[in-house]
């Protein structure tokens, strides 16, 4: 059992931390509206917000004592619609190319997929969670306001999340490889 935090109590601490996965969950759509309508600004802060907000939701569970099945089961869902959602954009704006976004989102099916098959919601490892932050960082790079700075200033940020897109992805690929091949000795005995 969890001490009691002036925060409040451990059920809602954890009903917060769901609130904050269920609203980063749905920031993906206004975030690409944005972006759609010449609006960089509000899409960036709109994206380290949701991005921020993904620290906040494990600290309240990690307050709490732990967080809800059921939020452990959506955080990584609701990172995977967040990022999703700005990568498929910089792909149809051919920053991105899209066989490297077809491979990022066939990764996040099949890794779902087989979550979804066990009981404990397959926690993520630290190669996804490392993962997760370089893609964090990477679009928020990408997206960086050409207001923000000299053009070379801006040119550099967007570079600079460019080359952090490769070891992102490379990421995404291994820590697959990870959580799957342990499950697959299982099987076979």
Request: hydrophobic fraction near 50%.
């Amino acid at each position: 059992m969890s001490a009691p935090s002036r925060l409040g109590s451990p059920s809602t601490l954890r009903r917060s931390a769901n609130a904050l996965t269920v609203g980063r969950s749905a920031a993906g759509l206004p975030l690409v509206l944005l972006l759609q309508l010449g609006q960089p600004a509000l899409a960036w802060v709109l994206l380290l917000l949701a991005g921020l907000s993904d620290a906040a939701d494990g600290w309240l569970a990690r307050r709490a004592g732990g967080g809800s099945s059921w939020g452990a089961r959506l955080d990584p869902l609701a990172d995977k619609l967040l990022l999703a959602a700005p990568m498929i954009w910089l792909a149809s704006n051919e920053v991105l190319p899209v066989w490297s976004i077809w491979l990022l989102l066939a990764r996040e099916l099949l890794i779902s997929g087989w979550r979804a098959q066990v009981s404990s919601g397959a926690p993520a490892s630290w190669g996804g969670k490392a993962k997760t932050i370089l893609q964090f960082l990477s679009m928020l790079l990408l997206l960086w306001p050409p207001s923000w700075g000299s053009h070379n200033f801006c040119l550099n940020m967007q570079h600079l999340g460019w080359w952090l897109f490769w070891p992102s992805l490379f990421l995404a690929l291994s820590s697959a490889v990870a959580y799957i091949k342990p499950r697959s000795r299982i099987d076979r005995h």
